[in-house]
């Protein structure tokens, strides 16, 4: 059993940053491959970013590629994604995933364990 809970979220303004974090509990989180996804009001779920177990190898969406920057440190269960520069269409409420084996990348059904989300508010 993982349990994910995220924090970090809140009201800021075009161009600031934020960062999210991800603590995660079970044995299999240091070993596991971990992403971010995000919803908008009235919109699905999207993929935005992806990190391997020892965070060597990462995947951004094209939309927040070059601004975010998903990282993690294991001796913390935790996982984190940076967002700089962030643009009012950045607004969703952001949920950490943990991947399961074998499965897609950039793809919900791809993950096993979720989180409950933290809301990320952007005014222009």
């Known amino acids: 059993q993982v349990q994910l809970v995220e924090s970090g979220g809140g009201l800021v303004q075009a161009g600031d940053s934020l960062r999210l974090s991800c603590a995660g509990s079970?044995?299999?989180?240091?070993?596991?491959?971990m992403g971010w996804f995000r919803q908008a009001p009235g919109k699905a779920r999207e993929f935005v970013a992806f990190?391997?177990?020892?965070?060597?190898?990462?995947v951004y969406a094209g939309s927040v590629k070059g601004r975010f920057t998903i990282s993690r440190d294991n001796a913390k269960n935790t996982v984190y994604l940076q967002m700089n520069s962030l643009k009012p269409e950045d607004t969703a409420v952001y949920y950490c995933a943990r991947k399961s084996p074998g499965a897609d990348v950039a793809t919900q059904r791809g993950y096993d364990y979720w989180g409950q989300g933290t809301q990320v508010t952007v005014s222009s």
């Open positions: 079970g044995r299999t989180f240091s070993s596991s491959a």
């Open positions: 990190i391997n177990w020892d965070g060597g190898h990462t």
